[in-house]
């Protein structure tokens, strides 16, 4: 470095100076730096951050210097060098410099800053971190009792506000934001509704990217809730509450639940008397809204976290009902008609039984007239269940009817209700309505026109009382000023309010509404009304003036356009100009008077044809701007050409090309599959001014699917639907290969066709055979594609096989598909059929069935063979010696009568004979048997709670009648039941059973039934139901010794078991004090005892506990007191005073706990300096004060009192010695002298106005924070205009905090505002800037 830049180094200055970055200050130490070394900066500086408590908050910081800066932060209140709080760090990838904080509370709310530092200079940046307490986590810090501790966290807490962030606005020829909201949350069924209350009368186009922002929000739910359903929409129930919910879970039960009205939180409670209740019962969740106002109208959400799960539009319309539902009455099978006549129309209103809204549907009708003002209810087919009250609600209006149903005494069905002559009369109140609303709006029109002609004369009279010229009294003072032509005719309150220009004319002939847009289906174009005139008018004379002047028009190129006005007088001519420049016929445009009404017409529109029109009448003058538009545009031949499938084959190159035409600039887009496709290896994409083309080289199977173009300029996008198809061969067919006959002779298998065809559908298989153990494989040739089987009747037996299956298309062959080692010629045998079950039997026939094996040897089943044995022998003979059995049922007729025989049987396949099935039970061969009778001396033995004995003897034998009883089945039926239940599947011999599995207390009715061959005899039972329970028991207790009276340590454990016996189980209850135990004491029962715990015991546990155990045969009762106490605390300390000598007067302060402890009481104990020992000198003392006798001269005493209690002694509070007591002097204080302060101050400001942005329509709030003695008086001003008496804000003055509240912003409070505070010291004044927003 040279010696002259040393100089300038050691010349150390300070240079304030603004970075390039707004917000950032930079200082620099030098005033000429070295070459090649810069101060520092932020090229990216921290942003402001707004969350809630508890989440995660990061700053970043880009910065840039040379040599490179050091990164230090800070904040105003406090420091940031707590590493639980804050972490440091730099991410080297994106360079950044990162402050992270974990869990932030409300506390870090502040002011941030961030300084980079290096040798030449520094650079400091400053963001704001606002903490918000929503949900159910809000504190209100003044109910606390914890005010401000300064004007500036005063300021803060006044400015935050809980928002949601704001959906972006509406623009222009898209859908309104707030219809995709409410779609997500709605049901399917309820899309139509929602969309026509949108004026959108096709929704099915949107239906697709609806699914996929339905996903997205599926997804982002997801993170909090587990799962959501039957979301309901808000609706105002008969209760007169409006109401919306759902059923939902959620993964943390902690989650904060907010609920959000137009983007502002609404606090809301748990309790139905507030304004805004939520009310949870399970997974259920409902919120409502009490006594619903018109201002309660708004844009309803509820977040879960940040998770948006519900959004309903509330609308409050201003309706009354003109005529009321009535009561009405019907016969069954009769409908029902409910009718009312509303003040204004509406689309639907709700109809509702019992807080249970209605539908259209089966069981009823809701119909609308035409004009909208009678809404009918018809219930259909009614029945009894239909009676009951109805209500009809229309906004927050109600109107409620009883339905009474009578049977039918001749008992017609079908027949429905007629009309009645009240039906006449509502249509004809509904009629008047219609006209009277009629009547109000032409009224209403021919007020303002009436009011405008007049105007307009008014203002022709003066203009012509005035000079002609444009001097101080002509146009040039009327024409735009305050009170002249300008104002009545283009002016703020001219014509446009009054009909003569061509502003807002919402209210003259109908023609338009708040945003004056109306679209004509023929023309296809759209007209904007305009806001005000962009020529003044200029009257010559008197008389003529707009009744609906002109509106802006869009209209496309080749198509119609049309510009049209009205006039007050039909005789009267106009002109046209174009750009200033008249129009005629001859210019290419249709120019028509049709009376009043003025209309230019140009067919078909060209470019050139964007201008602004005029129309002139009489001195009169309206303009508008034809806006001709270019969109994208298809020619259809060419659109018929490119929607045709591209058909090619694997390897081959596809290609598509579109011609186009419309204004510059475009923007070509080719998709496939809703996934964009960008130049690459294998896509080659050209496009010129008229045309696109895309070509995809070496397409594969994969690349088959719908290609799609979209073109876009700034007048519209069209788009346009091709689909591509790759032919190729198919892939393998499936396997594995199902084996179906593997026999001596031939092998049968089948396989699944390919999972892709390749396009084309399978002509062929090709079958090849290998032999186990060779190489080479053997061509069978091809069968038909259909039937993806084959038999193999040429094999060898006791070889095995393998098959190759390869499928064939008209692309080619696919690769094959390989089976597993087939067995032929090897023998296997079937497996065993089912026992045989004994259909019927006779003393010369038994008939026998079966079913087949599960395991059929891999060969078919041929037939069976069937085998008897005699019981009491050892030998199986074949029943069917004349070959198998080809059914699975069969008739034995080779028996003896009364012998008793098994059966069993065997399947037979090409292999032979398998194992024999399980032989049947032993059947008698003789003829059918009587059932027997019933069973008698049914009795009950014995019972408790999950079971039950029986017994019963066995019923007589009536020749001819009632046969032997050979066996009993035991049946039971629960008294809610109506099925009876067998306890033993097979029957029992005894005469006795033993019932299990009983639920407990429950009632039972039992019966059984004696059973033969014959059949089942019939049911004996009980006269009465039997209930599972002991022996009837009153309650008692069974504890001997059971403690009355028990002492706890105040923090341990209270556990009172007591054990007693009941029957039947009785019910325990617990009482303290005659009221039910708290909630945090935990109660167990059982059939046999009782435990009461308390885990942490308090003070305020103690008391006397009752329980009561009681049943259907008594009750008993037993108090036990629990007292919860602790080591009791010290006494205060002691004084002594002697007034009787020999005696000495203790006084104390009581203990800390003798409020809470009513059994404490106090100990005195005293020592002399004779014996030095202590003796306890009186006892359970209740006072604080005892006087102690025989005190001697001459000694020393010393006392001690200690509180004593259930738990012990606390330690002593001890007393002074005991003897002749010091005087001590008389103690002087001197005062200083106090010298009077003066507090008075100038005014200045603590916190000055900040600038501040505010979206059109929302509130603005404004604030500073000014000190001075004595407290200075506050002035705002707007544009240099004092606001103090200007009701429109709202301004305070509390604590130094200066405050203007402006409910709705607009337009109109854009400007500068000023603070002006002064007192007689002096004067200040602070100001800013107001931007409002659309």
Request: some cysteine.
């Amino acid at each position: 470095m040279s010696s002259k830049t040393n100089q300038e180094a050691k010349a150390s200055v300070v240079i304030k100076k603004r970075s390039r970055v707004p917000g950032v200050m930079i200082t620099q130490y030098f005033e000429d730096l070295p070459l090649g070394k810069s101060t520092p900066d932020f090229t990216r500086k921290p942003m402001a951050v707004t969350a809630q408590e508890g989440k995660k908050v990061i700053f970043k910081a880009m910065v840039s210097g040379e040599p490179a800066p050091t990164i230090t932060w800070g904040r105003n209140k406090g420091e940031v060098d707590d590493p639980e709080k804050y972490k440091t760090r730099y991410d080297e990838r994106a360079r950044e410099h990162i402050l992270e904080m974990l869990n932030i509370k409300v506390d870090q709310a502040d002011t941030y800053k961030c300084f980079a530092t290096n040798e030449y200079g520094q650079a400091v940046c400053t963001t704001a971190l606002k903490v918000i307490e929503v949900g159910h986590k809000k504190r209100d810090q003044a109910g606390n009792g914890q005010a401000p501790q300064d004007f500036r966290s005063m300021l803060k807490k006044t400015v935050v506000v809980t928002r949601k962030k704001q959906l972006p606005p509406r623009k222009e020829g898209e859908i309104d934001p707030k219809l995709w909201e409410l779609l997500i949350c709605a049901r399917k069924k309820d899309y139509e509704k929602i969309c026509s209350d949108f004026g959108v009368t096709d929704f099915r186009w949107m239906l697709k990217r609806l699914n996929q922002m339905k996903k997205e929000r599926e997804d982002e739910q997801a993170k909090v809730v587990e799962k959501l359903e039957n979301v309901k929409q808000i609706e105002v129930k008969s209760s007169g509450r409006a109401q919306f919910g759902f059923d939902m879970t959620v993964w943390d039960p902690k989650s904060e639940i907010n609920l959000y009205k137009d983007g502002t939180m609404v606090p809301y409670g748990d309790d139905e008397n507030s304004k805004h209740s939520m009310k949870k019962t399970g997974t259920k969740y409902v919120f409502s809204i009490k006594d619903p106002q018109p201002e309660d109208a708004g844009f309803y959400q509820v977040d879960v976290q940040e998770a948006n799960v519900l959004t309903t539009d509330f609308q409050v319309p201003d309706v009354e009902f003109i005529a009321k539902i009535k009561d009405a009455k019907a016969v069954e099978s009769q409908d029902a008609i409910f009718q009312c006549v509303l003040s204004t129309p509406l689309n639907r209103i709700t109809w509702s039984k019992e807080d249970s809204s209605l539908e259209h549907g089966d069981k009823y009708e809701i119909t609308v007239s035409e004009d909208k003002l009678m809404h009918t209810l018809r219930v259909k087919d009614c029945a009894t269940a239909d009676k009951g009250k109805y209500y009809a609600i229309a906004g927050i209006t109600s109107s409620s009817a009883s339905l009474s149903v009578e049977a039918d005494p001749n008992g017609h069905k079908g027949h429905k209700g007629s009309k009645t002559s009240n039906d006449d009369d509502l249509s004809k109140l509904a009629s008047e309505q219609k006209a009277k609303l009629q009547k109000e709006k032409d009224n209403l029109e021919a007020a303002k026109r009436a009011q405008g002609e007049k105007d307009a004369a008014d203002a022709a009279a003066k203009a012509g009382l005035g000079d002609k010229g444009d001097g101080d009294k002509g146009d040039g003072d009327k024409g735009d000023g305050d009170k002249g032509d300008g104002d009545k005719g283009d002016g703020d309150k001219g014509d446009r309010d009054k009909g003569d220009g061509d502003g807002n004319n919402k209210n003259l002939l109908g023609h338009g509404n708040d945003k004056n847009t109306t679209d004509d289906g023929d023309d296809k174009k759209k007209k904007k009304s305009r806001t005000g005139p962009l020529v003044p008018d200029t009257l010559i004379g008197q008389g003529v003036q707009f009744v609906s002047g002109l509106a802006d028009t869009v209209a496309n190129v080749g198509e119609r356009a049309e510009m049209s006005c009205k006039l007050s007088s039909e005789t009267t001519e106009g002109c046209w100009y174009k750009n200033g420049k008249l129009l005629t016929n001859e210019d290419g445009v249709t120019i028509i008077k049709d009376g009043a009404c003025h209309r230019l017409i140009i067919d078909p529109c060209k470019k050139y044809d964007s201008a602004v029109y005029r129309f002139e009448a009489d001195g009169r003058k309206s303009e508008a701007t034809l806006n001709i538009q270019d969109p994208p545009k298809i020619d259809l031949d060419a659109l018929g050409k490119f929607s045709k499938p591209v058909i090619i084959k694997a390897g081959e190159n596809a290609e598509w090309k579109l011609p186009f035409s419309g204004g510059a600039p475009m923007n070509i887009h080719w998709y496939k599959e809703d996934d964009e496709l960008l130049p690459a290896l294998n896509v080659k994409i050209e496009t010129s001014d008229t045309e696109s083309q895309l070509r995809l080289t070496k397409c594969q199977r994969k690349d088959c699917g719908e290609v799609k173009i979209k073109i876009k300029n700034e007048s519209g996008t069209i788009e346009a639907i091709s689909r591509l198809i790759v032919l190729d061969k198919p892939t393998p067919p499936q396997g594995p290969a199902d084996i179906m006959e593997s026999a001596v002779t031939s092998v049968e298998f089948k396989w699944k066709p390919p999972k892709d065809n390749g396009g084309c559908p399978i002509t062929n298989y090709i079958i090849e055979r290998q032999q186990v153990g060779r190489n080479k494989w053997t061509n069978l040739g091809e069968i038909n594609g259909s039937n993806p089987s084959y038999k193999d009747s040429d094999v060898d037996p006791g070889r095995r096989y393998s098959y190759r299956i390869r499928a064939k298309n008209a692309e080619g062959i696919s690769d094959y598909l390989q089976t597993e080692d087939i067995p032929a010629g090897v023998l296997r045998y079937p497996g065993p059929p089912t026992a045989p079950k004994v259909v019927s039997a006779f003393k010369d026939c038994i008939n026998l069935s079966w079913s087949p094996p599960c395991d059929t040897g891999g060969t078919k089943i041929v037939g069976y063979n069937l085998e008897k044995n005699k019981k009491g022998t050892n030998y199986w003979s074949l029943v069917n010696q004349t070959g198998p059995i080809t059914d699975t049922k069969y008739a034995v007729k080779d028996v003896f009568e009364g012998a008793a025989y098994e059966f069993r049987v065997s399947a037979i396949n090409l292999s032979g004979a398998g194992d024999p099935s399980i032989p049947c039970d032993t059947v008698i061969a003789r003829d059918p048997m009587k059932p027997p009778g019933k069973v008698t001396d049914l009795k009950l033995t014995s019972s408790n709670y999950s079971t039950f004995s029986l017994a019963w003897t066995k019923p007589k034998e009536v020749k001819g009648v009632e046969d032997e009883a050979q066996g009993y089945f035991v049946e039971i039926r629960p008294i809610e039941s109506l099925e009876w239940t067998r306890c033993n599947a097979i029957p029992i011999t005894p005469t006795s059973y033993t019932v299990l599995g009983l639920k407990a207390m429950a009632t039972y009715w039992v019966r059984v039934i004696a059973t033969n061959y014959g059949g089942d005899g019939e049911p004996q039972g009980f006269d009465k139901y039997i209930i599972a329970m002991p022996p009837p028991v009153k309650p008692k207790f069974k504890d001997r010794n059971m403690k009355t009276f028990v002492v706890v340590r105040s923090g341990n454990t209270v556990r009172l078991n007591l054990n007693f016996e009941a029957s039947p189980v009785p019910e325990v209850s617990w009482l303290k004090a005659g009221i039910p135990v708290a909630k945090h004491v935990t109660i167990t029962n059982s059939d046999k005892g009782s435990q009461l715990l308390i885990a942490s015991s308090e003070r305020s546990d103690s008391g006397i506990y009752t329980i009561t155990v009681k049943n259907i045969v008594g009750q008993e009762s037993f108090n036990i007191e629990v007292r919860v106490t602790d080591d009791p605390r010290s006494p205060g300390p002691l004084e002594l005073e002697q007034n009787i000598p020999e005696t000495v007067t203790l006084c104390w302060t009581s203990s800390p706990d003798e409020k809470r402890d009513d059994r404490l009481h106090y100990m005195v104990s005293k020592r002399d300096s004779f014996k030095r020992t202590w003796r306890t000198v009186a006892d359970n003392l209740f006072n604080n004060k005892f006087t102690v006798v025989n005190i001697l001269p001459g000694r020393e005493y010393y006392f001690r009192v200690f509180a004593k209690n259930d738990m012990g002694l606390s330690p002593p509070s001890e007393s002074p010695v005991f003897g002749t007591k010091k005087e001590k002097g008389m103690f002087k204080l001197k005062m200083p002298e106090i010298k009077p302060l003066d507090f008075e101050s100038p005014p200045s400001f603590i916190v000055p106005l900040k600038r501040r942005s505010t979206p059109q329509g929302y509130e603005c709030y404004m604030s500073c924070a000014v000190k001075g003695d004595p407290a200075p008086r506050v002035t705002w001003y707007r544009n240099n205009i004092s606001l103090n008496t200007n009701t429109n804000y709202h301004i305070t003055n509390v604590c130094g905090v200066c405050s203007m509240l402006i409910l709705r912003v607009g337009p109109k409070d854009n400007g500068e505002y000023k603070v002006f505070i002064e007192n007689k010291l002096g004067a200040a004044e602070s100001s800013m800037t107001l931007n409002v927003r659309e």
